[in-house]
């Protein structure tokens, strides 16, 4: 609110024992005003009094945390290519663009096809985007070695970033020495947008790690992490088998925007 002051001075009416004129004020009137913020903000400020309720306050985290990516015209095309591969292999439809619509296709996904479907969806959206000539020739020229499980790491985190959000290249210890063969995934963007445990193992870990090593030769062990969504892929390393992997066993995220099976009863 905001206060208006008005002063009003009247003829003096009197003199005082000095002879000297003294003028006598009116009280001092108060003018309050509606600010004209208030007027035309009023729905904003009333939502704000709204307080969100948990489940959407999550939500709303992840969604914003989404503006942080910053894809250029090649990440663009990347993520609208590989949109649109899986919409033409499924017969889904999204109406979307850019990461949303990605995210969207495989929901539709997850929710239309069985889990092992799913992963076979996206090995063969994976197996026809690279020619096999290519797959071939990466696979005799660069055979299992350091240098190859290093050389994977460097391309994944260079080239990838707009898949899996920003990685670095960590050490770890293989055959009884130390090499550069993990990336470090800080925030997993597929598992944060998508909130949904399902999608991230039979639309990523599984059918990532079956590719890379039926058509490079290169075993792969991708290792989420979903309590803060990070995620290690260790080159060079075989996954347990379903059975023994922790990941399989993991429950759904309340918040699941699928709410699917993967393997375990989901507690959403």
């Not at 007027?39 to 999550?58: N, Q, Y």
Request: aromatic share 8%; charged share 20%.
């Amino acid at each position: 609110m905001e206060a208006k002051v008005v002063l009003q001075s009247r003829t003096p009416t009197g003199t005082s024992s000095q002879g000297v004129n003294k003028q006598r004020c009116s009280p001092v009137r108060a003018v309050l005003a509606r600010p004209a913020e208030s007027i035309v903000g009023s729905g904003t400020k009333e939502r704000l009094r709204l307080k969100l309720k948990p489940a959407d306050s999550k939500r709303e985290v992840a969604q914003d945390s989404s503006s942080f990516h910053n894809d250029n015209w090649f990440d663009l095309w990347a993520i609208n290519y590989l949109s649109q591969s899986l919409q033409a292999a499924t017969g889904v439809k999204s109406m979307l663009s850019g990461y949303e619509s990605l995210v969207e296709t495989t929901a539709m996904m997850s929710k239309k096809f069985n889990t092992k479907t799913q992963q076979e969806l996206v090995m063969q959206v994976l197996d026809t985007a690279i020619p096999k000539l290519i797959l071939n020739m990466i696979k005799t020229l660069l055979p299992q070695s350091q240098f190859t499980r290093e050389y994977f790491a460097a391309f994944t985190t260079m080239f990838f970033a707009w898949l899996v959000g920003p990685s670095e290249v960590r050490e770890s210890e293989l055959n009884g020495r130390r090499e550069k063969n993990v990336v470090y995934v800080k925030k997993c963007r597929f598992l944060e947008q998508s909130n949904c445990v399902g999608m991230c193992i039979n639309l990523c870990k599984m059918p990532s790690q079956a590719f890379i090593k039926d058509s490079l030769g290169m075993p792969l062990n991708m290792v989420p992490n979903f309590d803060d969504m990070s995620c290690e892929m260790i080159f060079g390393q075989d996954p347990p088998t379903p059975n023994d992997d922790p990941a399989l066993k993991q429950p759904c995220y309340k918040l699941c925007r699928a709410n699917q099976k993967h393997t375990v009863k989901s507690s959403g």
